[in-house]
């Protein structure tokens, strides 16, 4: 099991960028496939971006060309670049860790996004 702590939400007007973060806290997080997911108020939680323990990746097609997720596993982080951002990328974004049946999440984070 790993626990994860999200950081760098925050507002920013349309066109703006940010950085998002997650800290993974204990062993084999090499191991792990990242991920980020986002929910807005009334919708369901959904997939963002991914990073698998190997290192691919893969992106909704909402985010495609302006968020890059990348892992650094020296430092147990896995970090979410998001630029272009538009009010429709509002929503509580979620860091997640899975490897077989053992998923964690992590508390989440708020992005605010204004046109």
């Known amino acids: 099991q790993v626990q994860l702590v999200e950081s760098g939400g925050g507002l920013v007007h349309a066109g703006g960028s940010l950085r998002l973060s997650c800290a993974a806290s204990?062993?084999?997080?090499?191991?792990?496939?990242m991920a980020w997911y986002r929910q807005a108020p009334g919708k369901q939680r959904e997939l963002v971006a991914a990073?698998?323990?190997?290192?691919?990746?893969n992106y909704a097609d909402s985010v495609k060309g302006r968020f890059t997720i990348s892992r650094d596993n020296l430092k147990n982080t896995v970090t979410l670049q998001m630029n272009s951002l538009k009010s429709e990328d509002t929503a509580v974004y979620y860091c997640?860790?899975?490897?077989?049946?053992?998923?964690?999440w992590g508390q989440g984070t708020q992005v605010t996004v204004s046109s």
């Open positions: 204990g062993n084999n997080f090499r191991m792990f496939a």
């Open positions: 997640n860790a899975a490897r077989g049946v053992i998923t964690s």
């Open positions: 990073i698998a323990s190997g290192g691919s990746t």
